[in-house]
T-cell receptor
Framework: GQNIDQPTEMTATEGAIVQINCTYQ??????LFWYQQHAGEAPTFLSY??LDGLEEKGRSSSFLSRSKGYSYLLLQELQMKDSASYLC??????????WGAGTKLIIKP | EAEVAQSPRYKITEKSQAVAFWCDPI?????LYWYRQILGQGPELLVQ????????DSQLPKDRFSAERLKGVDSTLKIQPAELGDSAMYLC?????????????FGPGTRLLVL
């Protein structure tokens, strides 16, 4: 079967750095997406990785290792507004998007 | 900035009633998706359209759910009759294509509560 694993919940302190991991097992690979979802709202696109390595965008970075079936999202200089769920999703060989259950990130002052 | 529009934002209905949700994708986006998301879980694809054609409806409970995109632009998702277990967020997303780099952009969602 196809599977995306992420931690259910993480806690971090305002101003700190947090790394949210995602491991995947899918039928083929055509890219990995990270989305942010605030409670009661729709997911919003954060990042896309298709080649191994690090993609940096402002306070966030996303890393991919295709050989390990692994990605992480790194959030720096955390702000209270970063409290949200972070969803990892992988496009398989049929271009279907397989979603993880999301990681709820709690930011404490 | 172009956005995906959905209505209504909230819907409360009684079981066995019919409900319908509407979605207008970003202008020019050929691919439209309907997802269902239960609290604490990731989105679950119900149906995917490419223009007016259904590409994937393998997870759509066809005994009670139907979806259409008659002119290849906006779309309607219907549930008849609604059941208690249908309470969830219904999300519509669109993308310009189906390729590997095509990002899906989501509307605000419709939160359904079935009593």
């Amino acid at each position: 079967g196809q599977n995306i694993d992420q931690p259910t919940e993480m806690t971090a302190t305002e101003g700190a750095i947090v790394q949210i991991n995602c491991t995947y097992q899918t039928s083929g690979f055509n890219g990995l997406f990270w989305y942010q979802q605030h409670a009661g709202e729709a997911p919003t696109f954060l990042s896309y990785n298709v080649l191994d390595g690090l993609e940096e965008k402002g306070r966030s970075s996303s890393f991919l290792s295709r050989s390990k079936g692994y990605s992480y999202l790194l959030l720096q200089e955390l702000q209270m507004k970063d409290s949200a769920s972070y969803l990892c999703a992988v496009k398989n060989s049929n271009y279907q998007l397989i979603w993880g259950a999301g990681t709820k990130l709690i930011i404490k002052p | 900035e172009a956005e995906v529009a959905q209505s209504p934002r909230y819907k409360i209905t009684e079981k066995s009633q019919a409900v319908a949700f509407w979605c207008d994708p970003i202008s020019g986006h050929a691919t439209l998706y309907w997802y269902r998301q239960i609290l604490g879980q990731g989105p679950e694809l119900l149906v995917q359209f490419q223009d007016e054609s259904v590409v994937d409806d393998s997870q759509l409970p066809k005994d009670r759910f139907s979806a259409e995109r008659l002119k290849g632009v906006d779309s309607t998702l219907k549930i008849q009759p609604a059941e208690l277990g249908d309470s969830a967020m219904y999300l519509c997303a669109s993308s310009s294509g189906q390729g590997d780099q095509e990002t899906q952009y989501f509307g605000p969602g419709t939160r359904l509560l079935v009593l």
